[in-house]
């Protein structure tokens, strides 16, 4: 029976730089593909399927890698990327980011009252949604509590339908209700080939390299922040994971190999995604190459490869059905 190797992608963790070595594809019988479809953007992510023997053996060196700590790493990994694809999906240009912050010695006691100050804050926009006569509002907040030389504090970044609402409405829901301020702005995707989608969003409101942030300035009496999160989101958010389809014969073994071996060049790489996706181009990083990610394991053999691509005309989102209106709030979740 063949294995695939979606589950021991926290092996695959070595860049291909130049051509693969004789052997690289040893015990693989195919490729599989991974489609994902989020708002305007295009997720690939294409793995090798093992014959039984290559699969046990990685199998076995997955779990010896997990007890080495990468599994974490690999999970925080796909968080962000999971966050970004439901992002992509559910919110659009003109939806409002607002970041709901506390005045010094007004912070809650504890994280149930400042959970209870960000819902009753989503209930009240809900509230002036629904007297407006405008969709059930879509969502996902995170809250923050640090533990510094401040003291015990909470603040919660929200994401939200920003759809016949104004900013300062939107502030006043907060400042009217609790002794706090706000920072407010627009959800912003790129508008060019260079990180349109919303992973940049999506970083920031799971970056733990903000607990590594030192208190004072100039190296002199640091202290690390010690930081939990709680995350929600309303169900009617529609997870294109769930709408995600796979293939066996849309990229075979010998195209994976070239991919990898040129995935640095845009003109080659974008000639084989142009067949393969004819409706999308491929993204572009800062440095001008295509958003393609080529790993190897030193445990096993295959490659595995990640490519991000848009939509090249980008549709007006569609009319929403009946049952992604039904807003119910899903449990919170710890990260």
Known sequence: M???????????????TGRLSEGWASGVLLQRTKTTKAGPMLYVDCYPIWDTKTYRAAKTE??????????????KRNAEAKLTRLLDENFHRHDLCVTLKYHDGKNPEDEKQALRDVQNYIRRIKTLRNKRGLPPIRYVYVIEETNGARGRRFHAHVVMSGDGITMDEAERKWTDHVAGHTNMGKVMPGTDERKPNLASLAHYLLDDTKAERTM???????????????WNCSKNLRDPDEYATTADKKISVRK??????????????????????????L????????EIEAKRSKWTTGVYVRALLRRKETKPPGKRRKSDEKQTPCRTRRI
């Open 216 to 230: 004072a300035r100039d190296g002199k009496n640091q202290q690390r922040r010690a930081m939990k999160r709680m």
């Open 2 to 16: 063949n294995r695939s190797a979606a589950d021991c992608l926290v092996l695959f963790d070595t860049s291909v």
């Open 62 to 75: 997955a779990e010896q890698e997990r007890h080495r700590k990468a599994q974490a790493k690999l999970n």
């Open 256 to 281: 994976v190999q070239k991919i990898a071996e040129t995935m640095n060049d845009a003109e080659q790489a974008e000639a084989i995604f142009a067949r393969l996706y004819p409706d999308y181009t």
């Open 283 to 290: 993204v572009l990083k800062d440095d001008g190459k295509p």
